[in-house]
């Protein structure tokens, strides 16, 4: 399978609502990387997480790197989190490190 | 301020025009890397520059070259583009392999 899966494609929500998105891994990953990729297609660091939890304001992000997956959860949404939030996996540290990135979720905030 | 940019932001060319895009970082960062986003799909790694002239190709190198002789800068060329490789081209930098910065993108139409 992909080596990142990113669930759910697509995410509709009204402003003031919880959600929660996941990454499952299909190889146990060092580290992890939440981004937001905006409107103008600029891409956001929201977390990096080598493990646990972490909190940002209405953001919490988890990476469990045994049971393999990280999920970020928004609380209250708001019209400017839409975009497309993508995940990204480090397979290993050292010269053979990179990222590989999950296909996205693409949340919409409505009023 | 941590900061990678890139230039241009936005270019067209014809097919078979060489391309040259730029990317600099200010951070003195060791790692940088070449990625394309094509729709509905994450960013794929093209190459990555682990220092000045030491190099290594990602997951989709063919098509593309690189080269980085200062360690602040990392071009990314296309010798005789294709339309295929319309895209938009992000670059990143890193300190340690592990948590990656990334520029605001080149979008690249090859006609």
């Known amino acids: 399978g992909m080596p990142v899966e990113q669930n759910p494609p697509a995410l509709s929500l009204y402003e003031g609502a919880d959600s929660g998105l996941r990454c499952n891994f299909s190889?146990?990953?060092?580290?992890v990387q939440w981004f937001q990729q905006n409107h103008r297609g600029r891409l956001i660091t929201l977390f990096y997480?080598?493990?646990g939890t972490k909190e940002n304001g209405r953001l919490k992000s988890t990476f469990n790197s045994k049971e393999r997956y990280s999920t970020l959860h928004i609380k209250d949404a708001q019209l400017e989190d839409s975009g497309t939030y993508f995940c990204?996996?480090?397979?290993?540290?050292?010269?053979?490190?990179?990222?590989?990135f999950g296909k996205g979720t693409k949340l919409s905030v409505k009023s | 301020d941590m900061k990678v940019t890139q230039m241009p932001r936005y270019l067209i060319k014809r097919m078979g025009e060489n391309v040259l895009l730029e990317c600099g970082q200010d951070?003195?960062?060791?790692?940088m890397y070449w990625y394309r986003q094509d729709p509905g799909l994450g960013l794929q790694l093209i190459y990555i520059?682990?220092?000045?002239?030491?190099?290594s190709e990602g997951d989709i190198p063919k098509g593309y070259r690189v080269s980085r002789k200062k360690r602040e800068h990392f071009s990314l060329i296309l010798d005789s583009a294709k339309t295929n490789q319309t895209s938009v081209y992000f670059c990143?930098?890193?300190?340690?392999?592990?948590?990656?910065?990334f520029g605001p993108g080149t979008r690249l139409t090859v006609l």
């Open positions: 990143a930098s890193s300190l340690n392999r592990v948590e990656q910065y």
């Open positions: 520059s682990y220092d000045v002239d030491s190099n």
């Open positions: 997480l080598a493990q």
């Open positions: 190889t146990t990953m060092k580290s």
């Open positions: 990204a996996g480090l397979n290993s540290g050292g010269s053979n490190a990179k990222l590989t």
């Open positions: 951070m003195s960062h060791e790692t």
